[in-house]
């Protein structure tokens, strides 16, 4: 169970956690994916991720960020919650060595984990955020980002040198997540 405010780390290879479908820190998303498609859980196929800004900027003290936005393009109403899976793909989409952070970020507050209802043609979002100091930093090109913690996956440009390959993240929220 994870509550709000608690941060979770958990590293993994990018081939790893979707192939395994997830990880210790994720086990709230899997138990709901796992749970779900009787339930009215968001089937992979009827997802799709993107990167936005939401028309704000997310840079100060060494750190960036970006929201993900994921959206039901299937015909019917479904429901995801918890943390989205995340691994970062170097050149040739090479798998790099990932830990996701989850809980607030720098630039925002975690809702915690809750169930987000999606209408067709409805968005989820989180924030993402990475440092970008120079300390050993991840030649990411690409995001793989399993939006319900299973093995289907979405894979988007992310063009950053990404700070021991580190990334935080919030909770899927129905809104864009808050500054903490």
Request: glycine content about 12%.
């Amino acid at each position: 169970m994870t509550m709000p405010g608690l941060r979770t780390a958990v590293t993994v290879t990018a081939a790893a956690a979707l192939a395994v479908g997830a990880s210790a820190g994720m086990a709230s998303a899997v138990s709901a994916a796992g749970a779900g498609a009787a339930a009215g859980s968001c089937r992979p196929g009827t997802l799709k991720v993107t990167t936005t800004d939401a028309g704000s900027s997310q840079v100060g003290m060494s750190h960036e960020g970006t929201y993900l936005r994921v959206t039901n393009t299937g015909s019917s109403s479904c429901t995801i919650s918890g943390y989205a899976g995340l691994a970062l793909e170097g050149a040739g989409h090479t798998a790099l060595r990932t830990t996701a952070r989850h809980g607030d970020t720098y630039f925002a507050k975690d809702p915690g984990a809750h169930p987000v209802t999606l209408k067709p043609g409805k968005s989820a979002f989180a924030d993402l955020v990475w440092t970008h100091a120079d300390a050993s930093p991840a030649p990411a090109k690409y995001l793989q980002v399993s939006p319900t913690g299973s093995n289907a996956h979405s894979v988007v440009a992310f063009d950053h040198g990404v700070d021991n390959a580190t990334l935080s993240i919030t909770a899927w929220s129905a809104t864009l997540p808050g500054a903490s």
